[in-house]
């Protein structure tokens, strides 16, 4: 069974940067998955961030790909998600996943990141 | 991007009742590249259905999926009192990824 668990500040100023990390465990980071950030804001849908391969390739959605940055860190078996430039309209539970081809078979409990100064 | 429109927003059912769900695609798939997911309060999403009517490990065959193109749907035979929740369509044939806006189903 795999686990994920995100971690980072629930708090944000505005122009700020959002950094999360999501610990995993039960399956391997350098297994053939990648690793994805979904977001939800506060009453609202599903928004899909983007996604990280252990190799480090990247899919990023348009909408975000400007501010974004995704690393994985294999030798703690944990990825990182990084949106700069933040405002209020990044105000969400952020999740981080376990996909394969886009299917999101696995999501962490989520943590909620406020922007607000 | 590909934009998927469910329906209806939101459902009264009683425990029981067969209900159906609606999941419309913007752009015709090139494979069956569509999900549902179903999220209670507080909880994370949880895969139901993917490649469109495959059952993810652990979900009850009541759970039924189908469709094709940009028609897509999800069927819940007998709806049970755990079964009340949101539930969201995704297709993974195109990134960006994208989500339907969920349909909610609660207790009548």
């Known amino acids: 069974q795999v686990q994920l668990q995100e971690s980072g500040p629930g708090l944000v100023k505005p122009s700020g940067t959002l950094s999360l990390t999501c610990a995993v465990s039960?399956?391997?980071?350098?297994?053939?998955?990648?690793w994805s950030w979904v977001r939800q804001p506060p009453q609202k849908g599903l928004e899909w961030i983007g996604e990280?391969?252990?190799?480090?390739?990247?899919n990023y959605n348009p909408s975000l790909k400007s501010r974004v940055t995704m690393s994985v860190d294999k030798s703690k078996d944990q990825f990182s998600l990084k949106l700069n430039s933040v405002t209020a309209a990044d105000t969400a539970v952020y999740y981080c996943a376990m996909s394969w081809v886009g299917i999101t078979w696995d999501w962490g409990q989520g943590t909620l990141v406020t922007v607000s100064s | 991007e590909i934009v998927l429109t469910q329906s209806p927003g939101t459902l009264s059912l009683s425990p029981g009742e067969r209900v159906t769900l609606s999941c419309r695609a913007s752009?015709?798939?090139?494979?069956?590249?569509l999900a549902w997911y179903q999220q209670k309060p507080g909880q994370a999403p949880r895969l139901l259905i993917y490649g469109a009517s495959s059952r993810a490990t652990g979900i009850p065959d009541r759970f039924s999926g189908s469709g094709s193109g940009t028609d897509f749907t999800l069927v819940i035979s007998r709806l049970e009192p755990e079964d009340f929740a949101v539930f969201y369509c995704?297709?993974?044939?195109?990134?960006?990824?994208?989500f339907g806006q969920g349909t909610k189903l609660e207790i009548k």
């Open positions: 752009q015709n798939f090139t494979r069956n590249s």
């Open positions: 995704q297709q993974y044939d195109t990134s960006p990824y994208t």
């Open positions: 990280i391969y252990h190799s480090g390739n990247t």
């Open positions: 039960g399956a391997s980071i350098s297994g053939n998955i990648w």
